[in-house]
Nanobody, 118 residues
Framework: QLVESGGGSVEAGGSLTLSCVAS????????MGWFRQAPGKDREGVAV???????TYSESVKGRFSISKDNAKNTLYLQMNSLKPEDTAMYYC???????????????WGQGTQVTVS
């Protein structure tokens, strides 16, 4: 189970931190990532962290967003800085084997948390 929180409304240039609490997964075997979907657009990957800590960011968020994982708390974070209106979307947390997460075909998803930047 994945449960996201931390979304909200913020002005352009502001910051938000998303959290995703995971249960039922072996943190040693799974990748976790953040994805987002804006109205009328396809879902896109934002950032993924491998089980060994390797991180990949999409070009659109590189330098502004930071993904991190607290294994002790089974929690994934997404620190979002310098937010832009184009970052407005529903943000989802995903977990699965790395190949599935990287391709956007993860089997396990959270319910999403809305981020609105004006």
């Amino acid at each position: 189970q994945l449960v996201e929180s931390g979304g909200g409304s913020v002005e352009a240039g502001g910051s938000l931190t998303l959290s995703c609490v995971a249960s039922g997964y072996s943190k040693y075997n799974y990748c976790m990532g953040w994805f987002r979907q804006a109205p009328g657009k396809d879902r896109e990957g934002v950032a993924v962290v491998d089980a060994d800590g390797s991180i990949t960011y999409s070009e659109s968020v590189k330098g502004r967003f930071s993904i991190s994982k607290d294994n002790a708390k089974n929690t994934l974070y997404l620190q979002m800085n310098s937010l832009k209106p184009e970052d407005t979307a529903m943000y989802y947390c995903a977990a699965d084997q790395c190949q599935r997460v990287a391709s956007g075909a993860a089997r396990y998803w959270g319910q999403g948390t809305q981020v609105t930047v004006s």
